[in-house]
């Protein structure tokens, strides 16, 4: 059971000699304070009582407050059926609508946590969702469709432009919506959301899958609301047949064996953009589909023994592999440059700190922008008609390995935690299966 007590913060007194009266809430050895926004004199408060005395010349009406707002406090824990309610619920239930964290601030605070954790390309896209919220708050409907779409383009231009210029950074737009009150989680209701995915479809042309990662920031940012007290579930938009996420997973497309063997055998001039991309794309291809962010940031130093210890920045999960010659060819290609690189494999990061987090994310950011660039012009010089991406090299390799691997090893070589993800993702490739039940069916002779 809870500790509910009216105090005298004489800790936080005033130059005035007053100090706040607070009720102070206890709980499985945590403490609360809810200040009432009462200043009183020691000489006017009575420590054993608990009250304001009666040398205050209006020490009647603020004890009857006082009572008044005790009673609340206590009436939260009689009333709560579960007696899962914490001080800090209480608190946050105690100040009332006015108290309420709104959506960005509570947002921003996740976006916060995860920058401090070094997750910035979290933190990054969270708070692009911010913006694109924000967005939608400040649209009018009655604008022609062209017009507000230049203007979104507009305004997100010029923070990128500040950005690169270093006069913008993650922790400025962070610190904008930390103060920003023009969104309460009551607002976002069922309409709310329907309105939102139409504006992100129209308006910002996103596709179903980044809407839906979107409405999934939403849900999490409401169930860190509830939890902490800042609105009530009643309030929830995503249960008891409101809105539902739906997560649907598009087709997969690798290149063929014969299309990267037409990559393969391209030539470039040493030492440019396009020679890089061309050499770094292999390499995740070669390594079973190392993401891109990953392969810049290789280092001579993972590699011994002829093998390559590899830690996948996404989840942290460590994999030995063996190199292979064709990837071999490629790591002789820098061999003359590993001390002017800092160690690293490709220049990219040759200039950042080791220990400069956020700038090895943004140089590593830019580096697979210039990648995917160059990768159409690969893609064109190969007549290759497939969205050639960074990405496509993971495709590739489950594309070409098909049924030719034993999912267990697959799931080792893609670093799944569970055999269903490997099962579910290589299901995208394998379809000698559906081909000769469909051909049995059309073939009638």
């Known amino acids: ?170 922790l400025d737009g962070i610190t904008y919506f930390r103060k920003n009150q023009n969104l309460k989680f009551r607002d976002i209701n069922q309409n709310f959301i329907t309105k939102y995915k139409i504006f992100c479809s129209v308006y910002l042309n996103h596709k179903t899958r980044s809407i839906t990662n979107q409405l999934i920031f939403i849900r999490t940012l409401f169930n860190i609301a509830i939890k902490n007290g800042y609105v009530e579930s009643k309030y929830y938009p995503f249960a008891n047949g409101k809105e539902k996420i739906r997560i649907n997973s598009g087709n997969k497309i690798g290149l063929t064996a014969s299309e990267v063997e037409k990559i393969e055998a391209l030539e470039f001039q040493e030492d440019l953009l396009i020679w890089h991309t061309h050499n770094a794309w292999l390499i995740a291809f070669y390594f079973a589909g190392i993401r891109i962010s990953d392969v810049v940031k290789l280092k001579w130093s993972d590699f011994k023994d002829n093998r390559l210890y590899y830690v996948m920045s996404k989840n942290e999960k460590a994999l030995s592999l063996k190199v292979p010659d064709k990837a071999k060819t490629i790591l002789e290609k820098y061999r003359n440059s590993q001390f002017g690189n800092n160690g690293y494999i490709f220049p990219f990061l040759k200039d950042v700190k080791r220990n400069d987090a956020e700038k090895i994310f943004i140089k590593t950011r830019n580096a697979t922008h210039v990648f995917n660039k160059y990768l159409k012009r690969i893609a064109q010089q190969c007549d290759i008609e497939k969205n050639l991406s960074n990405h496509i090299a993971r495709h590739s390799f489950g594309n070409i390995a098909g049924d030719k691997i034993h999912p267990l090893m697959l799931q080792k070589l893609y670093r799944h935690s569970d055999l269903k993800t490997t099962l579910n993702y290589q299901a995208n490739f394998i379809h000698k299966e559906a081909d000769d039940a469909l051909d049995s069916v059309i073939n009638f002779d």
């Not at 304001?52 to 709560?80: C, G, Q, W």
């Not at 913006?131 to 469709?145: A, Q, S, V």
Request: glycine fraction near 6%; aromatic fraction near 8%.
């Open 1 to 170: 059971m809870a500790s509910i007590k009216i105090v005298r913060r004489k800790n936080k007194r005033r130059k005035d000699g007053t100090a706040p009266i607070a009720i102070r809430i206890s709980k499985d050895y945590t403490t609360n304070y809810h200040f009432l926004g009462q200043y009183i004199l020691e000489n006017d408060w009575d420590e054993i009582k608990c009250q304001v005395k009666r040398s205050h010349p209006n020490y009647r009406r603020i004890n009857h407050f006082l009572m008044k707002e005790l009673t609340k406090a206590n009436d939260l824990f009689l009333n709560s059926t579960d007696g899962r309610i914490t001080t800090k619920i209480a608190k946050q239930k105690l100040k009332g609508t006015g108290g309420q964290k709104s959506f960005f601030e509570v947002a921003a605070e996740r976006v916060k946590n995860k920058y401090d954790s070094g997750v910035f390309s979290v933190a990054r896209s969270e708070l692009s969702i911010l913006y694109n919220l924000e967005e939608f708050l400040i649209h009018k409907p009655g604008k022609p469709k062209e017009l507000i779409i230049k203007e979104i383009s507009r305004r997100r231009k010029l923070r990128i432009s500040k950005g690169q210029k270093n006069n913008y950074a993650c």
